[in-house]
């Protein structure tokens, strides 16, 4: 039987469930899954490994169109990932608002001329099941396969089994001489990626209207060998002056909501105890400007930005 391993890039509509997707078939929590759009910012790997192969998912920024700033950064992210991906899934979800969105995730992934399937998400939606069929149809057009899913469910109420899903997608993937990543890895991301990640989740679970999309967050001090526990320290940013209060909260509410919600899951990650600080810091419209998207990775310098 031959090794097979390479990057399977989920490319979808913004809040269409690639993020869910990629935590599930990894079984662990890589990308930050909120309902709020765009929440995935550059693109997350995740890993599978057997011995039959290794599959790194690429958990991709939704499908925009921008020309300048961060949305640009996002728009540029996804097309790369389809670019330079062995192969790809179309994620699809039933309750996308314009047919025509899903459509051209359809048209994009088809058009790629790479190994393709097609996942449905948020299949469980009693009140959109029969998107279920106009989707499958849609990809058979296109002469895809397409596999069904209800992330939230997990795996015994799901349409596809999880192992199915994986199998199917390492048939999509190149022979290898060898795993392309330590196969003891879910992801080769850093842990101080992970630890910005999980803030930035946070804020937007405890943020509201346009404030989270203007936030991001980066990992001042992290100091493992602090006693009686490794200390961090993190910075959120925001684009307007007067988000930071909003940020903060009365008497430092709602920051330390975030806090205490993040550092839970920061343990989590660790494995240990660990103290948090976190400072909050106003940069207008940092998102236009080109000095600090570079300091937080929103650039692409291979493009000589």
């Not at 640009?72 to 969105?101: G, M, P, Q, W, Y």
């Amino acid at each position: 039987m031959s090794y097979r391993a390479g990057f399977l890039g989920l490319i979808g509509q913004p809040n269409a469930g690639k993020s869910s997707l990629m935590n599930f078939l990894v079984e662990e929590k890589v990308s930050i899954v909120s309902k709020k759009p765009q929440t995935t910012r550059r693109r997350m790997l995740g890993l599978w490994s057997s011995d039959e192969g290794q599959i790194v998912f690429v958990d991709a920024p939704g499908l925009i169109k921008a020309e300048k700033g961060l949305n640009n950064f996002l728009a540029r992210e996804a097309d790369e990932v389809i670019a330079e991906c062995d192969a790809l899934v179309a994620v699809l979800s039933v309750d996308e608002k314009e047919a025509a969105a899903n459509e051209q995730t359809l048209d994009l992934v088809a058009k790629s001329g790479k190994p393709w399937v097609a996942v449905v998400t948020k299949a469980d939606l009693q009140d959109k099941g029969h998107r279920v069929l106009i989707l499958k149809d849609l990809v058979a057009a296109r002469q895809g396969k397409a596999f069904s899913i209800s992330v939230l469910k997990g795996d015994r109420d799901t349409p596809e089994d999880r192992e199915i899903l994986l199998r199917e997608f390492l048939q999509l993937l190149p022979e290898s001489p060898a795993p392309l990543y330590d196969i003891e890895l879910f992801t080769p991301e850093t842990e101080r990626t992970l630890i910005a990640e999980i803030i930035r989740e946070k804020c937007f679970e405890h943020l509201h209207q346009e404030i989270p999309f203007g936030i991001a967050v980066r990992i001042i001090k992290f100091d493992e060998d602090a006693v009686p526990v490794p200390r961090l320290a993190a910075e959120i940013m925001v684009s307007k002056d007067n988000h930071k209060g909003m940020v903060i909260g009365k008497a430092g509410a709602v920051l330390k909501a975030i806090g205490s919600d993040a550092r839970k899951d920061i343990e989590k990650l660790l494995g240990q105890k660990i103290f948090l600080e976190m400072n909050v810091i106003a940069r207008d419209s940092w998102t236009e400007n080109k000095r600090i998207m570079k300091e937080l990775g929103y650039v692409h310098d291979n493009k000589g930005e």
